[in-house]
């Protein structure tokens, strides 16, 4: 016979036991709640999304899913739901959606309040030729979305009258267009364009200023605003250039090309020489002494 | 210009010009290394035995308006060179290019300002000074033995007044030069504040039938502005090498530092004498003003 004292030993581990346990089969297993968001707020989104710790591991880097709710209210988009533009939202969580399926999602995501912006994109190189069951081909992937460019998403500003916020944007060259096309930012060095914007000149031009934004064509396209045929268009713009010629518009040439031209130039190619003699002249000095 | 023309020139102006600064700075240096093996130096810096002054006190105004200038310059280069190599100094400094720009204007506006009261002071102020930096024949005829004296091969360089032919002529040379540098830099100001137009549409003749294209005529302004640039760069940097090794007490007193010890200084006279180091000073037919 158990006596009482060991009776409640062995209920009290027991319930210890099961205390500890469920958590731990709850945590193994993949959980599935069923829940319902207002559909009027953000409110239900941010229970989880509001945690700075939120996050996924997806090989060895950490994916944060973390939404700063003071950014976002003081966004452009403070006034739209959250499946407003997550519209492939569904009920079920850790909402785990096929790559895929999320790029065509985002294609679609601005579209439904940005008609004219969506169509202008559709027109540029950028534009992801696509069909819905089609898979995505390994070049079209590499085509940026809204997302892509207007990054963070969830921090986007209102534009209209607002200068600040423009001029936030204007100086954005890296995030929006170096980051997929480091080569021609690396190569935006002229001397009064490139080289002031990388050092945060606000009135010298942006890449979208010269390449157009939405609509995005090959400069061999007639369209292009960079098109030969179109360069004084171009150049001329209001802030640009007042009216430039067909000589003074060589000077385009230079803008990616300053460091091409450069590296062709006699006198530089005499100085590299020299300059490389001698750092190969103190190097083998150096060598002798180490 | 031709496409290849346009391109290159930039470039080739940037690396005609580092090096050729590059090779005068060597220049002086090899100038300053005659210096010290013909004793000049250690007789200029040691002994303290420097060029005769015994004309006037040189006056304030000059002196503060030479302050100014020297000030404003060094201003206008610093930021002149940063609007056309941004980050070539305060690199990480955000938008720095349109502080230059203003700090530019300001300083541009001070020389031009400076400018014409200088030569306002030159010609029609009480104490005009214009004479003492005219070319005489004698000057001309003299200057070969001055070039031979900065080049070590003769002792002594004639006085023929206040300054020599070479000082004349740079001071003289940096009157146009300042005037075509405000005109061109004035001319590259774009904003449509006259008129509604830009300083540049009114000097570059914007509004001239034949004027295909004011942007290229402000290339071209520009292009002028830049080699001006560094020709100031480098007629400074002598001006001041020499200021300092030829007469460092007439560099310092030109900045309120110091005043001219004239006993010192009467020991290098060049009134036709030897002097305590026996170097023959040749005849001065004027009177010598050598500040």
Request: proline fraction near 5%; aromatic fraction near 14%.
């Amino acid at each position: 016979m158990f006596s009482a004292r060991r009776m409640a030993f062995l209920i009290a581990l027991a319930i210890a036991c099961v205390g500890f346990l469920i958590p731990a089969i709850a945590v193994a297993q993949d959980y599935d709640l069923n829940f319902t968001l207002p559909t009027a707020g953000k409110s239900g989104c941010m229970v989880c999304h509001g945690d700075k710790n939120l996050g996924r591991l997806q090989g060895d880097q950490f994916i944060s899913y973390w939404v700063d709710g003071r950014d976002l209210d003081e966004s452009a988009h403070a006034a739209i739901t959250c499946s407003g533009c997550h519209i492939d939202f569904a009920y079920k969580s850790p909402h785990n959606i096929e790559q895929t399926d999320w790029v065509r999602t985002a294609r679609l995501a601005c579209k439904n309040c940005h008609q004219d912006q969506w169509t202008a994109y559709s027109l540029g190189v950028h534009s992801i030729a696509v069909q819905p069951g089609q898979e995505l081909s390994e070049d079209e992937a590499t085509k940026p979305l809204c997302g892509d460019c207007h990054q963070p998403s969830h921090t986007i500003k209102m534009l209209t009258d607002n200068p600040e916020a423009q001029a936030e944007l204007h100086l954005r060259g890296f995030e929006m267009c170096g980051t997929c096309h480091p080569d021609e930012w690396d190569s935006y060095s002229d001397y009064y364009h490139g080289a002031a914007y990388r050092r945060g000149a606000v009135d010298a031009p942006s890449c979208w200023d010269c390449h157009d934004y939405h609509t995005i064509q090959s400069s061999s396209n007639r369209d292009s605003t960079l098109h030969e045929d179109n360069l004084d268009k171009t150049c001329g713009q209001d802030g640009c250039h007042d009216d430039p010629n067909e000589t003074y518009l060589q000077y385009a040439g230079l803008v990616h090309r300053r460091d091409e031209v450069r590296a062709e130039n006699p006198l530089y190619q005499t100085i590299d020489g020299v300059k490389e003699s001698i750092q190969g002249i103190f190097g083998t000095i150096r060598a002798w002494f180490t | 210009m031709s496409e290849i023309d346009i391109l290159d020139f930039n470039v080739w102006l940037d690396y005609v010009f580092t090096t050729v600064y590059v090779v005068m700075l060597i220049a002086l240096c090899g100038h300053f290394v005659g210096n010290i093996l013909t004793g000049r130096l250690k007789r200029r810096f040691r002994n303290w035995e420097w060029p005769h002054h015994d004309g006037p006190p040189i006056p304030f105004l000059p002196k503060f308006m030479h302050f100014q200038h020297v000030f404003s310059m060094i201003v206008l280069a610093l930021t002149g060179l940063y609007i056309r190599f941004p980050g070539f100094i305060f690199g990480g400094w955000d938008n720095a290019r349109t502080f230059m720009r203003y700090a530019h204007y300001v300083a541009m506006i001070v020389v031009t300002i400076n400018l014409i009261w200088r030569l306002w002071y030159a010609f029609a102020s009480a104490r005009r000074d214009y004479r003492e930096f005219a070319i005489t024949k004698q000057d001309v005829v003299t200057a070969p033995k001055v070039i031979l004296y900065y080049i070590f091969v003769k002792p002594s360089k004639p006085h023929l007044g206040k300054y020599n032919i070479m000082q004349k002529a740079v001071y003289i040379a940096f009157a146009p030069m300042l005037i075509i540098q405000a005109y061109t830099g004035f001319a590259l100001v774009t904003n449509p504040f006259l008129f509604g137009e830009s300083p540049r549409f009114w000097l570059l003749g914007g509004f001239l039938p034949f004027v295909e294209s004011v942007d290229l005529i402000g290339w071209y302004a520009r292009i002028a502005h830049y080699i001006l640039n560094w020709l100031f760069i480098m007629f400074t940097t002598i001006h001041v090498y020499l200021s300092v090794s030829e007469d460092f007490p007439a560099f310092l007193n030109f900045f309120g530092l110091s005043v001219f010890d004239r006993e010192n200084t009467a020991a290098h006279d060049d009134h036709g004498h030897k002097d305590t180091h026996g170097v023959d000073h040749e005849h001065a037919p004027s009177p010598i003003l050598n500040d």
